[in-house]
């Protein structure tokens, strides 16, 4: 599993922008993470929990949020949100929900994509 | 007095790989050189396949041999006379890219045509991980079950060729190849889908007219 080299490149990311931004705690941070990787959603939060001590992460909170498939049909040019049967990570088939057809192209639903952060800083810095 | 701010940051992790993958191709296309990334379960006979192509194709080979720990299966395609570049993961399960990116470097791309990328046996992290191939070409084995392909749908969704080699054990484990056949045709109905046993040599010539299709219509 890469969950762990995961945390770690998304803890990097992180500190990086906490540096720039003069923050002198990092307080939250949200993720979003698509059904189509191979990452779990729990592991990657429990990692990133063990990783961040003594860090400026150390007491932030951690907020995963769930990326639902998006599709672009080649077969009947549907946009959207796609079907996936079995809405489980890892186990999602995508299917075009117009006509059914799985020559699809993903638009969304691959990411491990750090959002935002809110952070605290001092107000001389504000 | 302290005070919260909010940071955008956008930054997609995953975003950076398949960057860096598409680097690797646009090299790999500039030496014309055609790779193809094999993936597939532990010991389904990704190594066996590589070097039975080796010896069999026209082409001028090279390979990438990903491995967890040992160069094993480097010092296997060495005894073939072909260029080889083997890369130890460490603790990850799979390549990605930037590993990639080097051992290109240390290849005479200038001298090959194809470019076999062995990736670490698994059938679930690689699907994360694009390394810039042309070609992606699955090897299971029927000594893995016939459950495999409905347990891994999604690296079966993305793969340009799939192989299910071991037929010659297939009654001895009691396993239903064909039910393998037919669920990759549920996950994927465009890709062809090759039963193999390399011990007997059934299907392995399909496989070598398969990949020269491939890189023809490149
Ligand atoms: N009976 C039988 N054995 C095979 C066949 N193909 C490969 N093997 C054997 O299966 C074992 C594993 O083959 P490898 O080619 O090393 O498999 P691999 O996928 O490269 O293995 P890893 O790199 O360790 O994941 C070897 O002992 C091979 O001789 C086959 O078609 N039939
Ligand atoms: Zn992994
Ligand atoms: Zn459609
Ligand atoms: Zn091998
Ligand atoms: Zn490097």
Redesign the pocket.
């Given at each position: 599993m890469h969950e762990l080299s995961m945390a770690q490149a998304i803890v990097d990311t992180v500190l990086d922008a906490a540096e720039k931004n003069n923050a002198t705690e990092v307080v939250e941070v949200t993720i979003e993470v698509g059904m189509l990787t191979m990452l779990n959603p729990e592991q990657l939060k429990f990692l990133l929990d063990v990783i961040t001590e003594d860090t400026l992460l150390e007491n932030s909170k951690i907020i995963i949020e769930d990326v639902p498939v998006e599709i672009e049909c080649r077969n009947c040019e549907f946009e959207g949100l796609a079907n996936t049967d079995g809405s489980d990570h890892y186990l999602a088939i995508v299917l075009c929900p117009e006509c059914g057809e799985r020559n699809v192209e993903i638009i969304k639903g691959r990411e491990c994509n750090v959002k935002n952060i809110k952070i605290e800083k001092s107000d001389e810095d504000a | 007095m302290h005070k919260i701010a909010e940071v955008e940051v956008q930054h997609d992790i995953m975003v950076a790989n398949r960057k860096l993958a598409k680097k690797n191709q646009r090299k790999l296309d500039k030496e014309s050189v055609f790779a193809v990334d094999v993936v597939?379960a532990?010991?389904?006979?990704?190594?066996?396949l590589i070097e039975a192509l080796i010896d069999a194709m026209d082409y001028r080979i090279g390979v990438i041999a990903g491995d967890v720990i040992s160069k094993y299966?480097a010092g296997r395609f060495q005894q073939h006379q072909v260029p080889v570049v083997g890369l130890n993961t460490g603790k990850e399960c799979h390549l990605d890219a930037h590993l990639v990116e080097h051992a290109i470097h240390d290849l005479p791309l200038a001298e090959m045509d194809i470019l076999f990328i062995?990736n670490v046996?698994n059938l679930i992290c690689p699907v994360d991980f694009d390394l810039g191939s042309h070609m992606r070409m699955v090897?299971i084995s029927v000594t893995e079950g016939d459950d495999t392909v409905e347990k891994h749908p999604l690296i079966f969704q993305d793969a340009d060729l799939v192989v299910i080699?071991?037929v010659?054990?297939a009654d001895a484990v009691g396993v239903d190849s064909d039910k393998m056949v037919k669920d990759v045709g549920e996950i994927n109905p465009e890709v062809q889908v090759i039963k193999?046993?390399?011990?007997t040599g059934t299907g392995f010539e399909e496989v070598v007219k398969a990949i020269d299709k491939f890189l023809k219509d490149y």
């Open positions: - | 597939g532990i010991g389904s006979g990704k190594t066996s299966d062995e046996g090897v080699n071991k010659d054990l193999t046993s390399l011990k």
